[in-house]
């Protein structure tokens, strides 16, 4: 939050050109600065540990999760410019990514040339992404809503399922494609299935996997039934399978009010995430 009130801060973002330069400057940057961190301070201390996976996972990720927060944060002027096509982009990192990988120029086929150059087809993606569903998603739909609050136990649970299936069906770790397929789309049903019949119909649940509270902050009655606060008109129902019920994603309350931020564009960021 400090770094986005900065003087600094606010020239490199000036226009839309200047914004994606410092995104992506920015992940890349601490890229190589957390693997630089893994290997010089983490590798020596645990060597090939199983641990090892963890963190290093973490690392990879952390620059990305420090992007969205980044986007949360200055919505009101990061994420017009964020959620544009940028087609130019994604073709020239998919070159530099085919690239890397075959090895057709030395400095880029090094392993931080390959996380470079994946790291920048990531944000590639991710941005065109913003920008087609900024179109196909302008505002609330339940439908939409509800895949949404499901992707986060997709999310959280198909690592372990993915290894589940492939274990129960006898698969060595050389899937090929139709292997892959299969117990992809198991995995899938498995862990939709989960959200639908146990998180969804389980307000504690909800809280630790979806982090979704009741809007009015109060639960109440006989064998955990929840009669929320009645909450305000311009706040939409989440569509359950438990039927409408009011909740809202638990603020990150360690953060500064922003009451410039425009309600509508929230909205729509919150619609689009």
Do not use: C
């Not at 606010?10 to 992506?24: D, E, H, L």
């Not at 990192?93 to 996380?115: C, E, Q, Y």
């Not at 913003?130 to 998603?137: D, H, I, K, W, Y």
């Amino acid at each position: 939050s400090r770094v986005v009130s900065s003087p600094v801060y606010r020239r490199a973002t000036t226009g839309r050109p200047r914004v994606m330069a410092t995104i992506i400057v920015s992940v890349m940057v601490s890229i190589i600065v957390m693997r630089g961190g893994y290997r010089a301070a983490v590798v020596p201390a645990i060597g090939s540990d199983p641990l090892d996976l963890p963190v290093e996972e973490t690392l990879d990720y952390l620059p990305f999760f420090l992007l969205g927060v980044l986007l949360h944060l200055d919505r009101r002027r990061l994420l017009p410019a964020f959620q544009r096509p940028a087609p130019i982009l994604l073709a020239v990192a998919g070159v530099l990514l085919l690239a890397s990988t075959r090895g057709w120029v030395g400095g880029l086929a090094s392993s931080t040339g390959v996380v470079l150059s994946r790291t920048l087809f990531t944000v590639a993606i991710t941005v065109n992404l913003f920008a087609v569903a900024s179109r196909l998603v302008p505002g609330p739909r339940p439908a939409v809503r509800y895949l949404s609050d499901a992707s986060y136990t997709v999310y959280l649970f198909h690592y372990f399922w993915i290894y589940v299936i492939a274990t129960l069906l006898s698969f060595d770790p050389s899937l090929r494609w139709p292997q892959m397929l299969l117990v992809t789309a198991l995995t899938f049903g498995v862990t939709f299935a989960l959200h639908h019949f146990v998180i969804l119909r389980s307000p504690f649940l909800r809280k630790i996997f979806n982090g979704k509270f009741p809007a009015g902050g109060r639960q109440g009655g006989r064998h955990g039934d929840r009669r929320p606060a009645a909450a305000p008109a311009a706040r939409t129902a989440t569509v359950t399978a438990a039927g409408s019920e009011p909740e809202r994603t638990q603020p990150l309350r360690w953060l500064p009010p922003a009451p410039h931020l425009d309600p509508e564009r929230t909205q729509q960021l919150h619609w689009i995430l």
